[in-house]
């Protein structure tokens, strides 16, 4: 099967590039193991929160000036301000067009509530994600009645401690008893799966109204809204006061609208999706990705003049940890690691950790490098690069979104090569 480009990993990276690719007129196949860490997300996303050093990021392109000097294989130190930048708005208009109402933006970061009832920064946070700005209400944090992914009473709780006037309540919902009767089963998504039908509206709309009287701002786990904000909308039509829903432990509701919504828009656009596939090996010649051999497609290779290697870092498998390295899955490309395992990881769980800055070392064009030669038909994308910390720094989905753009760009830029 020949394609213009092939994408391995359908998670944020692999979607942004492809939709990109693909409503440029390319021929596209995204081949995509199983659910990404995109369904295992929050649903907000991160450009840049934190220096390697620790310092908090209040302006971008002054924090990337110094990122190029404290640690030069950072993404971001690679393509400098101005195209992190415009990638960044890029991705805003992308994901605007693909029907995900996020509020936030690239020079305007702001503070999310978290489901323990702190903050933390963000760049896009869905509009139903409710943000430090709103706290100043009298607020009901809202609990459903036997599910344990999420704790009223501790986030209204940790509100308190940040001066904020929230109240812990629980609502009793029948119609989920079915789900209720096996812990394995009360969870988040199977409850949107519920909580989203049109005939069980009325049952939630119930139970919320007497509290929406009672409060000015009401807080609810992300229970429905799987593949649109129809509830969410209504609820806020019809309650005494606003409604924000916090995300809950994975999967996560908002995290796989995302991804739904993602995967819906590169299929329309004319995306080939290749779910549950894996991609084995690869053949090479001439520092050149020649075809791509996948398990289900045994004896058929795809073939493509370009090649996207988004599979994700040690939670998608697109790295693995050995006893003596780390490698790369599929074209075991050099891997930015430390030389002795005894260096990759820090005694206090609680610290920034070496291996999370393990992954694929690249040429400045973002092709990835296999014993120092650069494969030119090779991009690497995502959390598979190495050279930034995506939770100390605050910028896994940034880096996704913005090196998926700049790969998609170099590629179009590239013409019928």
Same mark, same amino acid.
């Given at each position: 099967?020949?394609?213009?480009?092939?994408?391995?990993?359908?998670?944020?990276?692999?979607?942004?590039?492809?939709?990109?690719?693909?409503?440029?007129?390319?021929?596209?196949?995204?081949?995509?193991?199983?659910?990404?860490?995109?369904?295992?997300?929050?649903?907000? &996303?991160? @450009? =840049?929160?934190? %220096?390697? $050093?620790?310092?908090?990021?209040?302006?971008?392109?002054?924090?990337?000036? !110094? #990122?190029?000097?404290?640690?030069?294989?950072?993404?971001?130190?690679?393509?400098?301000?101005?195209?992190?930048?415009?990638?960044?708005?890029?991705?805003?208009?992308?994901?605007?067009?693909?029907?995900?109402?996020?509020?936030?933006?690239?020079?305007?970061?702001?503070?999310?509530?978290?489901?323990?009832?702190?903050?933390?920064?963000?760049?896009?946070?869905?509009?139903?994600?409710?943000?430090?700005?709103?706290?100043?209400?009298?607020?009901?944090?809202?609990?459903?009645?036997?599910?344990?992914?999420?704790?009223?009473?501790?986030?209204?709780?940790?509100?308190?401690?940040?001066?904020?006037?929230?109240?812990?309540?629980?609502?009793? &919902?029948? @119609? =989920?008893?079915? %789900?209720? $009767?096996?812990?394995?089963?009360?969870?988040?998504?199977?409850?949107?799966? !519920? #909580?989203?039908?049109?005939?069980?509206?009325?049952?939630?709309?119930?139970?919320?109204?007497?509290?929406?009287?009672?409060?000015?701002?009401?807080?609810?786990?992300?229970?429905f809204g799987l593949t649109d904000s129809v509830v969410f909308d209504r609820l806020n039509q019809q309650l005494a006061c606003p409604l924000r829903l916090l995300p809950t432990l994975p999967p996560s509701?908002?995290?796989?609208?995302?991804?739904?919504?993602?995967?819906?828009?590169?299929?329309?656009?004319?995306?080939?999706?290749?779910?549950?596939?894996?991609?084995?090996?690869?053949?090479?010649?001439?520092?050149?990705?020649?075809?791509?051999?996948?398990?289900?497609?045994?004896?058929?290779?795809?073939?493509?003049?370009?090649?996207?290697?988004?599979?994700?870092?040690?939670?998608?498998?697109?790295?693995?940890?050995?006893?003596?390295?780390?490698?790369?899955?599929?074209?075991?490309?050099?891997?930015?690691?430390?030389?002795?395992?005894?260096?990759?990881?820090?005694?206090?769980?609680?610290?920034?950790?070496?291996?999370?800055?393990?992954?694929?070392?690249?040429?400045?064009?973002?092709?990835?490098?296999?014993?120092?030669?650069?494969?030119?038909?090779?991009?690497?994308?995502?959390?598979?690069?190495?050279?930034?910390?995506?939770?100390?720094?605050?910028?896994?989905?940034?880096?996704?979104?913005?090196?998926?753009?700049?790969?998609?760009?170099?590629?179009?830029?590239?013409?019928?090569?």
């Amino acid at each position: 099967m020949r394609f213009d480009t092939v994408i391995i990993g359908g998670g944020l990276a692999g979607l942004l590039c492809g939709i990109r690719l693909s409503e440029s007129g390319q021929r596209c196949a995204i081949v995509s193991r199983g659910q990404s860490a995109l369904s295992f997300s929050s649903g907000s &996303l991160d @450009l =840049l929160s934190y %220096l390697p $050093d620790g310092q908090p990021v209040d302006n971008l392109e002054s924090a990337i000036a !110094q #990122l190029q000097q404290q640690h030069s294989e950072h993404p971001y130190a690679r393509l400098g301000a101005q195209r992190v930048r415009q990638y960044a708005q890029q991705t805003q208009t992308l994901l605007a067009d693909c029907g995900l109402a996020l509020q936030g933006d690239v020079d305007t970061p702001h503070q999310r509530v978290t489901p323990l009832g702190t903050f933390r920064q963000a760049w896009l946070s869905p509009q139903e994600v409710p943000l430090k700005t709103q706290t100043r209400l009298h607020t009901g944090v809202v609990g459903i009645s036997g599910f344990l992914d999420f704790q009223p009473q501790l986030a209204a709780g940790a509100l308190r401690k940040r001066g904020i006037d929230a109240q812990a309540e629980e609502i009793e &919902l029948p @119609l =989920l008893d079915r %789900l209720r $009767d096996n812990a394995s089963e009360f969870r988040a998504v199977n409850i949107a799966r !519920q #909580l989203d039908l049109p005939e069980h509206f009325e049952a939630l709309y119930a139970a919320l109204r007497p509290l929406s009287e009672q409060y000015e701002m009401l807080y609810l786990p992300a229970c429905f809204g799987l593949t649109d904000s129809v509830v969410f909308d209504r609820l806020n039509q019809q309650l005494a006061c606003p409604l924000r829903l916090l995300p809950t432990l994975p999967p996560s509701v908002p995290g796989m609208r995302m991804q739904h919504l993602l995967q819906q828009r590169f299929t329309r656009s004319g995306g080939n999706w290749m779910p549950g596939d894996d991609v084995l090996r690869a053949d090479t010649n001439n520092a050149r990705v020649t075809q791509l051999w996948t398990r289900k497609h045994e004896d058929i290779p795809l073939r493509a003049r370009h090649v996207v290697l988004a599979s994700g870092s040690f939670f998608s498998n697109g790295l693995i940890a050995g006893r003596d390295r780390v490698r790369e899955a599929v074209f075991d490309l050099d891997v930015l690691q430390s030389a002795e395992r005894r260096d990759w990881y820090r005694d206090d769980v609680f610290d920034t950790q070496p291996w999370q800055q393990f992954g694929v070392r690249t040429d400045e064009h973002l092709h990835g490098l296999r014993h120092g030669e650069a494969l030119d038909n090779l991009f690497v994308i995502g959390s598979v690069l190495g050279g930034f910390d995506a939770i100390a720094q605050g910028c896994g989905a940034g880096v996704c979104a913005v090196t998926a753009l700049h790969a998609a760009q170099q590629i179009l830029a590239q013409g019928g090569e």
